[in-house]
């Protein structure tokens, strides 16, 4: 396994740690995925975080719809939509999703998160939308959550969760937790009155000002080449299992 691929997959596995520890997720129900050329790397389905290995991040070709992977153990059962979102944002490299507790409260209510604070520029424009409801792991929630992530950089999945996407991974679990914070705020605000929504003009403003905000830009980005030849290593097919035992 050549090094940048290593790096990624242990990347992946620290980022499921971290939005464990962070309280984003709990237990197996997160998933993450990075581009790597064609192909996406993508964290396994059922396995506790602390028990992964680099070996053990399934390889997925982006745009083969089939299902098949190369690896030890399964990928995500979200795999499906963690693949649409790669083939449908050439902007992105990574996709975070989990159910932190105060966007799926959100998404249960069937909720957009409107401009409620500046921090929803944060994710590319006035709202945060939230998705109609698909059974998980289908291709109909992977084509609801294309939709909804128009423009945006997140989204809500109705009765559900949430997806973040980002350029890098670091950049992709940023914007998952000041997700969950903005939620959490909206919520709170809800309970309270009626929340003052900042106008477009105000966010249009705070738009321009973020082209230079958010996590410090490093060089990370070159680790997520966008295409690469195919290197003939034999990639060895395997047909996903009919999805039991629930979504991880
Ligand atoms: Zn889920």
């Known amino acids: 396994m050549r090094g940048e691929e290593q790096k990624l997959r242990q990347q992946i596995i620290d980022h499921c740690l971290a939005m464990n520890a962070s ?17 996406m790397l993508i964290s396994p389905s059922g396995i506790a975080y602390q028990t992964l290995k680099p070996e053990m991040i399934a390889t997925m070709a982006i745009d083969d719809a089939s299902g098949s992977w190369t690896g030890p153990l399964k990928p995500s059962s979200e795999w499906h939509f963690h693949q649409a979102l790669l083939q449908d944002r ?3 490299n990574a996709v975070v999703h989990a159910h932190p507790t105060y966007c799926t409260t959100l998404a249960i209510l ?8 500046y921090m929803i520029a944060a994710f590319g424009g006035n709202n945060v939308r939230c998705s109609d409801y698909a059974t ?5 929630l992977s084509d609801l959550a294309v939709e ?8 809500l999945l109705g009765n559900h969760g949430m997806i973040a996407i980002g350029d890098t991974l670091p950049k992709a679990m940023w914007r998952a937790v ?6 959490r705020q909206y919520y709170f605000s809800l309970q309270l009155g009626n929340p003052v929504i900042l106008s477009d003009a105000d966010v249009e403003e705070t738009l321009a000002k973020f082209t230079t905000y958010g996590l410090q830009e ?5 680790n997520y080449p966008a295409r690469k030849a195919k290197n003939g290593r034999g990639r060895k ?5 009919a999805g039991t035992g629930g979504e991880s």
């Open 110 to 117: 069937r909720k957009d998160i409107p401009a409620c604070h």
């Open 90 to 92: 050439p902007d992105a």
């Open 218 to 222: 490093t060089d990370d980005r070159k």
């Open 23 to 39: 309280g984003l997720n709990q237990g197996t129900s997160g998933n993450i995925s990075v581009r790597f050329g064609d192909d």
């Open 148 to 155: 909804a992530m128009k423009d945006r950089t997140a989204c």
């Open 237 to 241: 097919s395997q047909t996903m299992a």
């Open 178 to 183: 000041e997700l969950e914070t903005i939620a």
């Open 136 to 140: 998980y792991g289908t291709k109909s």
